[in-house]
């Protein structure tokens, strides 16, 4: 168990629907980083957040958006959903300082169609 | 711009062996790290070792080792007495190393399936 926590671990829906992913970074930690594992894309950075601000961005469509909250607990925004958002999300976050890697969540596996 | 790549799409181990992963990499930042991860069938994504471009010993965490060849760009992964529970997926990644923003590039993975 890495400490992260995501929600929910599976989501069904149809394609032109919003869903919202969440996830709770380690206790300490104040990076949250999304990712998007496809099967034809791979594994991509989409977005993260550092103590509430965005910090970098990376492939994330404009139908995508994310926040960081006080409590640093993170949500990814996804809207107008096509079948090819079907993917495993992860979360992933990291230490401050002192260490660089980061601890991924269990994932949420979206299903779109 | 960083890139990753792993050549080796899948392969069979006997357990109980040494398995090595090839990883190469492109960067053009004098500071990054280098990172392993595993994917078992269930999904998640599990750390397993990093590497700074500035350690001067290759990184070892139990059975795992990672070989970092800096001239050649390269951060083997090498797993000693493989077990049943190695089979999964294996992605080699890298960072920037900058404090508060390292996204991860990965490679496209390398399969492993261990025989008993």
């Given at each position: 168990?890495?400490?992260?926590?995501?929600?929910?671990?599976?989501?069904?829906?149809?394609?032109?629907?919003?869903?919202?992913?969440?996830?709770?970074?380690?206790?300490?930690?104040?990076?949250?980083?999304?990712?998007?594992?496809?099967?034809?894309?791979?594994?991509?950075?989409?977005?993260?957040?550092?103590?509430?601000?965005?910090?970098?961005?990376?492939?994330?469509?404009?139908?995508?958006?994310?926040?960081?909250?006080?409590?640093?607990?993170?949500?990814?925004?996804?809207?107008?959903?096509?079948?090819?958002?079907?993917?495993?999300?992860?979360?992933?976050?990291?230490?401050?300082?002192?260490?660089?890697?980061?601890?991924?969540?269990?994932?949420?596996?979206?299903?779109?169609? | 711009a960083q890139k990753?790549?792993?050549?080796?799409?899948?392969?069979?181990?006997?357990?109980?062996?040494?398995?090595?992963?090839?990883?190469?990499y492109d960067t053009s930042d004098p500071s990054y790290g280098l990172?392993?991860?595993?994917?078992?069938?269930?999904?998640?994504?599990?750390?397993?070792?990093?590497?700074g471009s500035y350690?001067?010993?290759?990184?070892?965490?139990?059975?795992?080792?990672?070989?970092?060849?800096?001239?050649?760009?390269?951060?083997?992964?090498?797993?000693?007495?493989?077990?049943?529970?190695?089979?999964?997926?294996?992605?080699?990644?890298m960072s920037r190393i900058k404090?508060?923003?390292n996204?991860?590039t990965?490679?496209?993975?390398?399969?492993?399936?261990?025989?008993?």
């Open positions: 168990d890495s400490g992260v926590t995501q929600t929910p671990k599976h989501l069904i829906t149809a394609t032109g629907q919003r869903v919202t992913l969440r996830c709770s970074p380690r206790s300490g930690d104040l990076s949250v980083y999304w990712y998007q594992q496809s099967l034809d894309q791979g594994l991509q950075f989409l977005i993260q957040y550092y103590n509430g601000e965005e910090r970098a961005k990376g492939n994330i469509l404009e139908r995508f958006s994310a926040q960081q909250f006080p409590d640093l607990h993170s949500e990814l925004n996804l809207s107008s959903l096509e079948l090819g958002d079907s993917a495993l999300y992860f979360c992933a976050s990291s230490p401050p300082e002192g260490s660089y890697e980061q601890y991924f969540g269990p994932g949420t596996r979206l299903t779109v169609t | 990753i790549t792993q050549t080796q799409p899948g392969m069979f181990v006997q357990e109980k062996e040494a398995v090595t992963l090839d990883c190469t990172f392993w991860y595993k994917q078992p069938s269930s999904g998640e994504m599990i750390f397993l070792i990093y590497q350690d001067q010993q290759n990184a070892t965490e139990g059975r795992y080792s990672l070989n970092f060849q800096k001239a050649r760009k390269s951060a083997n992964l090498v797993i000693s007495a493989s077990q049943l529970g190695d089979s999964a997926m294996y992605f080699c990644a404090a508060a923003g996204k991860l990965f490679g496209g993975g390398t399969r492993v399936l261990v025989k008993p």
